[in-house]
């Protein structure tokens, strides 16, 4: 957009009072250049900036808008649970019966702790294991985000060492090194390492479905080596669901690849949209978390009324709706109308897809399984690209490592629609590039 947008302006003020203009970093565009459009609101599958430019949202704030923007239902437990008071410190039906509902549809989550963010469940839940199992080190792979907790701001350290370096300045390096990183989709490489030094290991966290990194689908015989290690080494396997949880299917990933986790990380969907996290798993292993036992978690909104409301109605309208099988079939229209629009094209660009999350990834060769598969120049074509489609009306991630995210309030036509311009975009970006249609 040229000119003085009212985006443009409101940018260069928030410059001044938040660092980079925004609240969490992605926000900023720094990845595709440019000025963030600043919303001013939000319906079904599409939002409209303050410049009163209409999107198509892709985005889904990042995942928890499974139902779409401002959904009729989820608003009205919103305005109900707002109007019997918005926080109690105290206990209530709300976060019994949002447990209950975690406990029925996810595999083995007998007890479900409540937090206030995705961040905040991985935190826990690895302090638990740590309580659990009296040891100090964890496992985590490249290519997983597990929120900003200094233990999971890691990066493997430099050649063979086991003990990571911090990702993050201000993450001190004795954290980081009680954690190794491992490359995801190689299972030899985990089983030596557990097989050395597994008998020190509290807990082995995974996105099973990796969707911070691109797209990065796992083969199930990965989980499977990773569920039966961490089982004969004694350590605990943490299944980071904050995007797939409820998502993909009503059991998440674990009912998805029929592999049980020890711990769960929820986040995301189980809110509704509200600042909503959450762990769970065998009443065993929670009888350590206070007040039951010795770990120590808590939380002032923890278990929020009008939050636990909107995740309720979430997950009701989900299961009621067999919306699971209609985000399947709007994901297969999608990748298959994508195919069949790229067939004879010679653009270097391939569309990844479990569900209802989609990855567009601005390269060519055999798909990714793993952080390390990813060329590091996807970043130029797709911030053409993305620009290509936030002219059109589309709005992606600012991002070329980032997901899409389909909800129930996108149509066919929204898809058709979204197609059309994505076939422009990718004209846009390569004819720059100097790669022709054919
Ligand atoms: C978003 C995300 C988190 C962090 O959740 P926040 O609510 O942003 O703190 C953790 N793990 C995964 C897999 C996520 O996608």
Redesign the pocket.
Known sequence: MSGHSISEELFARASQALPGGVSSPVRAFRAVGGTPVFIDRAEGAHFTDVDGTDYLDFVMS??PMILGHAHPRVLEAVYEAAAAGTSYGAPHRGELELAQRVAAQYPGAQRVRFTS????A?MSAIRLARGVTGRDRIVKFSGC????GDCLLVAAGSGGATFGTPSSAGVPGAIAGLTTVLPLDDPERFLSFMESEGNQVAAVIV?PIP??NGLLLQRPEFLKALREATRRHGALLIF?E??SGFRVAPGGAAELFGIEPDLA?F??VIGGGFPV?AFAGPARYFDHLAPEGPVYQAGTLSGNPVAMAAGLATLDILEETSAHAQLEELGRHLEKGFDAMMAGKQYPVRLQRLGSLFWLSFSEGPVARCAEEIPDDIGAPYATFFHACLEAGVYLAPSAYEIGFLSTAHTVEDVDTALRVFERGCARTFAQEGIDAD
């Open positions: 990042w995942g963010s995705g961040t905040e991985t985000y597990h929120g900003h996105e969707a911070n980071d904050v995007i990380t986040g995301k996290g």
